[in-house]
């Protein structure tokens, strides 16, 4: 298990036990009413807590799509704060705001397109958002806005002495300015004056006025420890900027689910954090993590999304430093204006989840993702970051991994023991011990002396590699990518300057400046075939440890008081580390062809807009059942944030799987978007075939299932690509409305066409399948058997079973001839399975391009068909004619689920006579198979029943 000790809670994290020590309460915050100005895409407004007199700007901005961003920050910092760049795909396009209405407490805002409006309360500070007369959202309705300002650390005698002197002369000066009106001034005078001095005057405010905002609220913040220094085991941290932290409380009426914000080994359904530590976003390397709790693990995705029957809202808190979310259920702790509404809306008390996000330092900046529906969350919020890149075919069919393939015969050996036992694959992979001494782009010379016969080999058929290219650079003079490294300065820095070194596979390791673009495209650079000695085209990249991972640092990761490019510090940008590693990476590849070829890259660490650049997995699990089940809420949380390609390792990482737990895992994992197996070099052997006959049997059938469904995968991440929507997806989000499916997560949907419950509890008998849809049907994809939702139904299973069902009114395209791997598929024939609906409709899409180019973007060579199903017939048509791509791929077979007996059956194309189809005809199932309509996928055509 984890060791805990070597990971902080929030009690060990200075900022956010300070944060947490915040209760609920009049927030300190005012708005300055009169500071508001409104240009043609913004409202700004000044901040001041009263308590120190430091004043912030409120940005507000109505976005195209239903969203609007929230930008706090102080109005005069000592120095810049850290601002996310990178993540965003550009500047979101906005809307106009208008005031609608003020008084002299309250501004209201229209917040562009729709019925949306915002009520600015100005004392105490708060922020309701409003759909009509319906309250979305609240914004510091518990006061829990806390904005630590830069200020000059206070430790030293003369520093005390000239602050008392400088706080004397303002008094002296403020009793001149009085002179004239012999009144004395009251706290309120004293108070709206120090916040007038804080408004942009023609003259900068003075420097006595500036260093008093710096020292007022010093005194307070020094007591408390670990605000300039703080020690953890033997690391202590060194905060030259002292206490930065931000944090900010949001109140959601009416709704108590609640999801995202991964990673975490958690439920799909995020629990409330009250007596418990909130939950953490901060890459870290976490040796054999626990499951079902809200510890930090590799990957960050700061953004939350809320769900009842009426709106799925989301929250998207850009913000790159160590960061922890709680959220707390709450009736009784409603604010007045929720009460107020539970009595207007009449009937009891709604339930409300209130959301408190802290983060180490920058600024804030969040964006309200307004849905109403999970599509329309998705699609704004892939408007800002970015959709998931479309995999190469080959990506997403299944890949043979291990720490370590030993050598080249090892390589040949596995390659050929799947063509002997008939199993296909497409990739082989090589971890750290492939290269020379843990020095990356490179290969050991007696293990590996001929990586480009190796790849070659695996290039005639048809199949790939991946290599491990990890971010710490082994410290040595003779290795030609230190050297460079180092002379080109690209290395991260410790607080005093030096070139930043830690301990990791290699030994003593420098960690290259992934935020600096230089280093980047430097970097990327170096996957060209002529600086990657021995690669070629069918090589592809692993980007592990890069969290980043320090063996001996300070959480096994980077110190927070390393610096970066522009002297930002790496507590300002940790959690975008690992996303700058795999966009380096990925760039690379696609450099290296030209920019012909679409890259793959395999990353541990993720941040928001990682989708951009390959795919993600769940890191170092373990052989145990509660890891396979964890598999799917973990991809599913995922998926939910725009990270779509997403996998665990078949098998468990650590310890040796028994063979029922192997097998299980491969049923699961081949219907899960990533297909990989992996395993630690301390465990046993366990390619497909060792495990016995009967085994190997059942885990061939698993993965021919898997290359079967290729073309549905492929088209499914396509539409991912287009819409930000996910591939592998949670029940509620396509039955919004239906509350069962709410926490359901041990079954899921593949597109809106496939429902899927794999077995994974030990010496399982049966298992209970959930099929929502009022008045749907649903068709076992194995037996073919119809049947009606919503019901809960216990399927009994045996060691071949993998429950999957097909959505009445879908059109499903497979591939049945399953060959050694994808691209031996490419030309080969679709079967079409058209499972009817209730109203004895359906309807589905497909695809298809060369599966591995740019083309289908950059020429419009591709083919995205549409075939749909009423009134007896069966048409095919072009779903975009801007495509166009030839193939020689025909439809050999198509299969309706829910039909019955026709008398004959016509096929017609454009410009040729009717032909009659062979048919038969199941009356037990009623399932009709129209045989070899030989019609080219990239036809229109129809086929009527009659």
Known sequence: AVDRSNFKTCDQSSFCKRQRNVKAGNSPYRALLDSLQLSQDSMKIQLVNEANKVPLLLEIYGLKGNMTRIRINELNPLKPRYEVPDVLVGDPPTTR?????????????????GTHKLILTAKPFRMDLLEGRELVLSVNSRGLLVF????????????????????????????FSREASKEPATKEEEAAEASESSLPTEQESTESEKSEEVFKEAEEAEEEPGTWEETFKTHTDSKVNGPTSVGLDFSLPGVENMYGIPEHAENLRLRTTEGGDPYRLYNLDVFQYELYNPMALYGSVPVLLAHNAQRTLGIFWLNAAETWVDITSNTAGKTLIGKMLDYMQGGGETPQTDVRWMSESGIIDVFLLLGPSPNDVFRQYASLTGTQALPPLFALAYHQSRWNYNDEDDVNAVDSGFDEHDIPYDVIWLDIEHAD??????????????????????????????????????????????????????????????????????????????????????????????????????????????EPSVFNG??????????????????????LYGLY???????????????????????????????????????DNAAEWDHLKISIPMCLSLGLVGISFCGADVGGFFKNPEPELLVRWYQAGAYQPFFRAHAHVDTIRREPWLFGEENKVLIRDAIRQR????????????????????????????????????????????????????????????????????GEVWYDVHTHQKLHAPQTLYLTVTMSSIPVYQRGGSIVARKERVRRSSDCMQNDPYTLYVALGPQGTAKGDLFVDDGHTYNFETKGQYLHRHFSFSGNTLTASSADPKGNYETSAWIERVVILGAGKPA?????????????????HEAETSVLTLRKPAVNIGADWTISLR
């Open 97 to 113: 705001l208008s005031v609608m209405g003020r008084d002299d407490n309250s501004v209201e805002l229209s917040l562009g397109e």
């Open 148 to 175: 630590e300002h830069l200020r000059l650390k206070k430790d030293s005698f003369s520093d005390k002495v000239s602050s008392t002197v400088v706080s004397m002369w303002d008094r002296i000066k403020n009793l």
């Open 437 to 546: 001494g843990k020095r990356y782009f490179t290969w050991d010379p007696n293990k590996f002396p001929h990586p480009q016969e190796m790849l070659q080999r695996l290039a005639a058929k048809r199949r790939k590699m991946v290599s491990i290219v990890d971010p710490h650079i082994k410290v040595d003079s003779g290795y030609r990518v230190h050297s460079e490294i180092r002379s080109r300065d690209f290395y991260v820095k410790t607080k005093d300057g030096s070139d930043y070194e830690g301990w990791c596979w290699p030994g003593s390791a420098g960690y290259p400046d992934f935020t600096n673009p230089e280093m980047r495209a430097w970097w990327s650079s170096m996957f060209a075939y002529d600086q990657y000695e021995g690669s070629r085209e069918n090589l592809y990249t692993w980007n592990d440890m890069n």
């Open 554 to 575: 300070p959480e096994v990761t980077m110190h927070k008081d390393a610096v970066h490019k522009g002297g930002w510090e790496h507590r300002d940008v940790h959690n």
């Open 581 to 619: 590693v795999q966009m380096a990476t990925s760039l690379g590849q696609v450099q290296r062809s030209g920019g012909v070829e679409r890259p793959f890259v395999l990353t541990r660490a993720f941040f928001a807009g990682s989708q951009r650049y390959g795919a993600v997995w769940t890191g």
């Open 707 to 774: 290359y079967a469904l290729l073309p549905f995968w492929y088209t499914a991440f396509y539409h991912s690509y287009r819409t930000g929507q996910p591939v592998m997806r949670p029940l509620w989000v396509e039955y919004p409305q239906d509350a069962t499916t709410f926490s359901i997560d041990d079954q899921y949907l593949l597109g809106d066409a496939l429902l899927v419950h794999p077995v994974t509890a030990q010496g399982a008998r049966g298992v209970q399948v959930y099929l929502p849809g009022k």
């Open 904 to 920: 004959a059956v016509f096929l017609k194309q454009a410009g040729v006579a009717e032909t009659r189809l062979d048919f038969m």
